[in-house]
C-alpha cells in the first residue's frame, strides 16, 4: 500500500505500509526535473514531513531515520520509519494420551471407565497493532474435534474420552476405539478350532497347520505359525517364524511383523517388517525391511521401497523377483545372481558369477539407476531397450532420460 504524503512532490517522496499495516516506510527517489517547494533543493522539511505522517494517523514515527534521510539525501530505498506489532496465532488443539506415549502404542491394556485421552484446546494469540494504533485481532489455534469409536465414551464437552470395555486402544484418524481381547494360552489346535472374533486375539502358542484367525483388531502371536490363514483389519505380529509349506495366506489391513517366513504367501497394507529371512515366499506391502537378513526366491512387490542384507544366494540356480513401482527404491548389501528387480518398465537382471555390492536402486519416473556395481545389465520386458554389460567392478551413477541414453554412457564408461 503507498501513500503520497506530498502532491506537488510527484513520487519523490512517499510512505509505503506493509500488507498488514504493522510497518511503515519512507521512499526518497533520486528524481530530476521536479519543481521545488518548501525547501530551496525540493525538499520538504523535517517538521512538514512529521506533520503530514501525523495527518495519516501514523504514530510512534522514528524521527531520527527521517531527519538523517534529509541529510544524505535520495536513497531509493525504503526506510523504517514506524512500526506497530503484528498478532500472534495461539496453539493448536492437541490430545494428551492417557494409555500411552503414542496412538500407536497399542500394547497397553486398558480398562472399562479409564481414561484415555484429554483434548487441550486450541488458545487465542496476542492481538496486534497496526502503525496508525489500529488493534488487529489475535489469531485463533487450530480446533480438532475427537469422536468416539466403538467401546469408548466422549464427554458432552467433547475434552474427555473413557473406555467401556477392557482391551487394546486404536486410533483412525481422529476416532479412538477400544478393540475387545481374547487371548488363547495355548496353541490354536483341535482344542480352540477356528478363531473368528470383532477385537484384538492374543496366541500364547502356534498356530497349526490348517487353523483361521480372522478379527477386525490384531493378531499377536508368541509362537510359530505353519500352514493356515491369518487375516486382520490392525496389524499381525508374530513372534516367531511362518512355516508355510506353500499354504499360509496371511493378511493385514496395518503392517505385519514376524521372525522369518517361508513358502508363505504375505500381503500387508502396510509395512511388512522381519528380522531374518523370507525364503522362497510370495510378499507384497508398502514397505519391506529386512534390514539384516535376506531375501531368497519367490516374488517381492514393494510399493515404496525394499531394504535387505541380502538377496538371492551364491551358486542357487532358483530366481528371486523383486517388483517395484515408479519411484520405489532397493537398498541392499548384496545381490546375488539368477536376481531380477523390476522397476516400472524396467528390468535389471544379476547374471554374472560374482553378487553386486552395496546396491541402491531407485526409480523416480524411471531416470536414476545408481549402483556400486559390479556386473548389471537392463532390459525393458518388450526386449525392444538396449543391454548394459560391465565386466570389471566399478561405481556408477547413470542418469539418462531412456535406455538408449543409458547405453551410450555405460559404453563410454567401460570404453566399449
Known amino acids: 500500500m503507498e501513500k503520497k504524503i506530498f502532491s506537488a512532490l510527484n513520487d519523490r517522496i512517499r510512505i509505503e505500509l506493509s500488507e498488514d499495516e504493522t510497518r511503515a516506510y519512507l521512499v526518497i527517489n533520486s ?10 533543493d525540493g525538499m520538504p522539511e523535517l517538521k512538514e514531513i512529521v506533520n503530514a505522517l501525523t495527518e495519516l494517523r501514523i504514530q510512534d514515527i522514528l524521527v531520527s531515520v527521517i531527519q538523517d534521510a534529509l541529510k544524505d539525501g535520495a536513497t531509493d530505498k525504503p ?23 503414542y496412538p500407536e502404542d497399542r500394547e497397553i491394556d486398558v480398562f472399562p471407565g479409564q481414561l484415555l485421552a484429554v483434548k487441550r484446546p486450541p488458545t487465542i494469540g496476542k492481538s496486534g ?10 489469531l485463533h489455534g487450530r480446533d480438532i474435534t475427537i469422536t468416539s469409536g466403538r467401546n469408548t465414551f466422549i464427554t458432552n464437552d467433547g475434552i474427555s474420552v473413557f473406555a467401556l470395555e477392557k482391551g487394546k486402544v486404536h486410533w483412525k484418524g ?13 496353541d490354536v489346535d483341535n482344542t480352540t478350532g477356528d478363531i473368528s472374533f470383532k477385537g484384538t486375539v492374543i496366541v500364547a502358542g502356534e498356530v497349526k497347520d490348517g487353523f483361521t484367525i480372522k478379527t477386525d483388531g490384531d493378531i499377536n502371536i508368541d509362537g510359530n505359525v505353519g500352514a493356515c490363514t491369518l487375516e486382520s483389519a490392525g496389524d499381525i505380529i508374530i513372534k516367531g517364524s511362518v512355516h508355510g509349506k506353500g499354504a ?20 500387508a497394507k502396510r509395512d511388512v517388517i522381519v528380522e531374518k529371512s523370507i525364503e522362497n515366499s510370495t510378499v507384497f506391502a508398502r514397505n519391506i525391511h529386512i534390514d539384516n537378513g535376506f531375501i531368497y526366491g ?8 525394499i531394504i535387505a542384507k541380502r ?63 559390479a556386473i548389471t545389465e537392463e532390459i525393458k520386458p518388450d526386449e525392444r531397450a538396449s543391454r548394459i554389460f560391465a565386466e570389471k ?15 551410450d554412457i555405460g559404453a563410454r564408461l567401460l570404453n566399449l
Do not use: W
Open 248 to 267: 499360509a495366506q496371511i493378511y493385514a489391513e496395518g503392517k505385519i511383523s514376524v521372525h522369518s517366513i517361508c513358502e508363505a504367501d504375505i500381503q
Open 79 to 101: 526506510l523504517l520509519i514506524a512500526k506497530g506489532l503484528p498478532p500472534t496465532k495461539g496453539k493448536d488443539a492437541s490430545f494428551i494420551y492417557r494409555f500411552g506415549s
Open 311 to 373: 538377496i538371492g544366494m551364491t551358486g542357487s540356480e532358483v530366481v528371486t523377483d523383486i517388483h517395484l513401482k515408479e519411484g520405489g527404491e532397493v537398498v541392499c548389501a548384496q545381490v546375488y545372481p539368477k536376481t531380477r528387480i523390476t522397476m516400472g518398465e524396467k528390468l535389471i537382471e544379476i547374471n554374472n558369477s560374482q553378487p553386486v555390492t552395496d546396491v541402491r536402486y531407485t526409480h523416480p519416473l524411471g531416470k536414476i539407476l545408481e549402483s556400486r556395481a
Open 298 to 305: 519367490g516374488e517381492i512387490t514393494a510399493l515404496s521401497g
Open 174 to 186: 481422529n476416532s479412538i476405539f477400544v478393540d475387545e481381547m481374547l487371548e488363547v494360552s495355548g
Open 31 to 40: 528524481q530530476t526535473g521536479i519543481n521545488p517547494v518548501h525547501t530551496k
Open 129 to 138: 497493532i497496526k502503525v496508525t494504533g489500529e488493534i488487529i485481532p489475535p
Open 393 to 407: 567392478t566399478f561405481s556408477v551413477l547413470l542418469r539418462a532420460t531412456s535406455l538408449l541414453d543409458a547405453r
